[in-house]
């Protein structure tokens, strides 16, 4: 069996979260440069199986494309054409960075563990995941 892997594509950092083989558990993974994460993800399934790939989609309260999705829409494309075998499919982002962050807050760590943007992006797709899982 393999795992689920979920990206949260921002312009500058890519949070990265990942369920275990059983697909009940979903942890964050690492936050990796935008630009390398194509690479990472590579590098990734050459090492464990991975069923599907989740991909934030960022919406705004209209449901209507956020700016963001400029720069998403090229990796989601590049995505699929790495791996034409493994299934992309696209999740509600909304609000993911709000929830982590509370979250990071609520788990008590130091002002500046809490402003460590890597550690949001993480955390973002960590909780982008698991909403993913709970749909099924």
């Not at 594509?9 to 990796?32: F, H, M, P, S």
């Not at 090229?74 to 699929?80: N, Q, W």
Request: charge should be positive; aromatic fraction near 8%; glycine fraction near 6%.
């Amino acid at each position: 069996m393999g795992r689920i892997v979920a990206i949260d594509y921002g312009q500058k950092r890519t949070g990265i979260a990942v369920t275990d083989e059983l697909k009940i558990i979903a942890t964050g993974l690492t936050t990796v440069r935008s630009m390398d994460a194509l690479a990472f993800l590579k590098d990734y399934a050459g090492k464990n199986q991975v069923d599907c790939f989740v991909v934030g989609e960022p919406k705004q309260m209209n449901y209507t494309d956020s700016e963001s999705a400029v720069f998403i829409e090229p990796f989601v494309k590049a995505l699929k054409l790495m791996f034409p075998d493994i299934p992309v499919e696209r999740t509600d982002e909304r609000f993911t960075s709000l929830l982590a962050s509370r979250t990071i807050r609520q788990a008590g760590l130091k002002k500046k563990d809490r402003q460590d943007k890597a550690l949001v992006d993480t955390v973002s797709a960590t909780i982008m995941l698991q909403s993913y899982m709970e749909k099924f």
